[in-house]
């Protein structure tokens, strides 16, 4: 099956500063997406980006399809950031599997 | 309108009993995707359903079921519970049986004890 590799792990960022998050994945996929888990474990669509760039206000997202890989950048990043980040893939486009990574947990302090 | 809900939101059960999580997906939306969620791990997919037919299966043991009701709502049942099954289950919504449109409910935190 495919598989789906976050880096980093883990991140600490002062408030205010840059991150750029990465997901790399081992096959090629129909759909990819961006998802923050807030501490309360609450799944949030951050980005349906199969392929190209998006930006959401702070945020922004970036998929190479042809080098298997997306990158998700947070700018100014506020304490509200805080969570876990999960890329998350599916080979196919008529199921409702998606197959995550290990996530990056990131903290943000004041 | 109301999001993906799910009950209850907490749970503790004893090794070898049995529990029933339930899902009622977006208005409207008449597929359900049930995931299990280990700590510090990613979701990893159990079933989905669509029109009351299961349309996938992740690799679990048959001690794993689960079901979908008329109004679209889900069950998922775990007998025979083990302690590796505590877990974070999450259940996600839409409207048709691919990923897009997505939406994930708060889940349920089960502790097996």
């Known amino acids: 099956g495919i598989q789906v590799e976050q880096s980093p792990p883990d991140l600490i960022l002062q408030e205010g500063a840059n991150s750029t998050l990465r997901c790399n994945f081992s096959d090629s996929v129909n759909n990819l997406q961006w998802f923050h888990q807030n501490p309360w474990g609450q799944l949030i669509n951050l980005f349906y980006?199969?392929?190209g760039t998006k930006q959401n206000g702070r945020l922004s997202a970036t998929t190479v399809a042809t080098e298997r890989y997306s990158l998700l950048y947070i700018s100014s990043s506020q304490t509200t950031d805080s969570g876990v980040y999960f890329c998350?893939?599916?080979?196919?486009?008529?199921?409702?599997?998606?197959?995550f990574g290990q996530g990056t947990t990131l903290q943000v302090k004041p | 309108d109301a999001g993906v809900t799910q009950s209850p939101t907490h749970l503790i059960k004893t090794r070898g009993q049995q529990v029933t999580l339930r899902c009622s997906p977006i208005s409207g939306h008449k597929s359900v995707s049930w995931y299990q969620q280990v700590l510090g791990q990613g979701p990893q997919f159990i079933f989905q359903?669509?029109?009351?037919?299961?349309?996938g299966r992740g690799n679990f043991p048959d001690r794993f079921s689960a079901r979908q009701f008329p109004n679209y709502s889900s069950e998922l049942n775990v007998n025979a519970l083990l302690l590796g099954d505590s877990a974070l289950y999450l259940c996600a919504s839409s409207s048709g049986t691919g990923v897009l449109g997505q939406y994930f409910g708060p889940g349920t935190r089960l502790t097996v004890t």
């Open positions: 998350a893939v599916d080979k196919r486009s008529n199921t409702g599997k998606l197959i």
């Open positions: 359903y669509y029109e009351k037919e299961e349309r």
């Open positions: 980006i199969p392929s």
